[in-house]
Structures are given as C-alpha cells and as structure tokens.
C-alpha cells in the first residue's frame, strides 16, 4: 500500500471515530451510494462479480443503518426501517437479475435520504450553536467585568 493510501485510510478512521451521529449517517449513505454507483458502472463492464461484491457491501451499509435505529423512537424509526429495508430489496434484486433499474432507483432515493438527513442535522446543529451565543447588550457590558 502506497503512503498516501496509507494516510487516507488513516485520515478516514479518525474521521469515522471522532464524527458526530449525524455526519455519520451521511458518511454511511454517502458509502452505499458510492458502492451502488461502482456496480452500476462495473455492470456496464460485464463485471458481474464486481457488481456483486459492490451491491453485498452497499447492502451491508444499509443493514448498519437499519440496526442503528431506534425501534422504541416510535413510527417514525419503523418507517425509516422499512424504507431501508426497501432499498436493499432494490439492490438484492438488481443483484439477483443483474439490472441497472433497481440500482438506479435506489441510488436516487438514497441521495435523496441522505440529503435531508444532511439538511437536518446542519439545521440543529445551527439552532444548538445560536442557542448557546451567550446574550449581550447593547452596550456590550456583558462582556467586561465592572467589578475590578
């Protein structure tokens, strides 16, 4: 393995190990995207081992987002569980027939999901930041210490 392989597999473990929940749900998506798009392209090359193999690890990414989720959260953890379970039934049967449609469609509903996932922990993570601002006057005196 090269140095610089070698320093991005590193750069990436401690990316993974030091990222909030919701930047990992985007990195997890962004990785089963990836992976589906490379099987897209190696079906295109009659690579149907390649594909096989890249459409079991998008799957597999999409298991760890379904076994991370809160099934006590209520309906709307079930519903994020069967909408995952549905894109990995996209993938087992583009893999099983060997088709580019199932992968297609999954990969727009994935960019989609991963999207709004994106979307909404930027969202908090802006209403936590200004919720913390400390408040301040207009003259500024909540910044000097006037006792001495």
């Given at each position: 393995?090269?140095?610089?392989?070698?320093?991005?597999?590193?750069?990436?473990?401690?990316?993974?190990?030091?990222?909030?929940?919701?930047?990992?749900?985007?990195?997890?998506?962004?990785?089963?995207?990836?992976?589906?798009?490379?099987?897209?392209?190696?079906?295109?090359?009659?690579?149907?081992?390649?594909?096989?193999?890249?459409?079991?690890?998008?799957?597999?990414?999409?298991?760890?987002?379904?076994?991370?989720?809160?099934?006590?959260?209520?309906?709307?953890?079930?519903?994020?569980?069967?909408?995952?379970?549905?894109?990995?039934?996209l993938l087992i049967q583009s893999n099983i027939?060997?088709?580019?449609?199932?992968?297609?469609?999954?990969?727009?509903?994935?960019?989609?999901?991963?999207?709004?996932?994106?979307?909404?922990?930027?969202t908090l993570a802006k209403e936590k930041s200004s919720a913390k601002a400390p408040a301040i006057?207009?003259?500024?005196?909540?910044?000097?210490?006037?006792?001495?």
């Amino acid at each position: 393995m090269s140095s610089s392989a070698s320093n991005l597999g590193a750069y990436t473990k401690v990316d993974v190990e030091t990222a909030s929940q919701g930047k990992l749900i985007v990195m997890l998506f962004n990785g089963a995207i990836k992976r589906a798009e490379e099987a897209k392209r190696q079906l295109e090359h009659g690579s149907t081992e390649a594909v096989h193999n890249n459409l079991i690890r998008a799957q597999d990414i999409l298991a760890e987002l379904r076994g991370a989720l809160n099934m006590k959260a209520g309906p709307i953890a079930r519903d994020l569980d069967r909408l995952y379970e549905y894109f990995q039934h996209l993938l087992i049967q583009s893999n099983i027939n060997k088709s580019v449609d199932g992968i297609t469609e999954c990969v727009e509903l994935m960019t989609d999901m991963r999207d709004t996932w994106h979307e909404l922990f930027e969202t908090l993570a802006k209403e936590k930041s200004s919720a913390k601002a400390p408040a301040i006057n207009q003259h500024g005196a909540a910044m000097l210490n006037l006792q001495g």
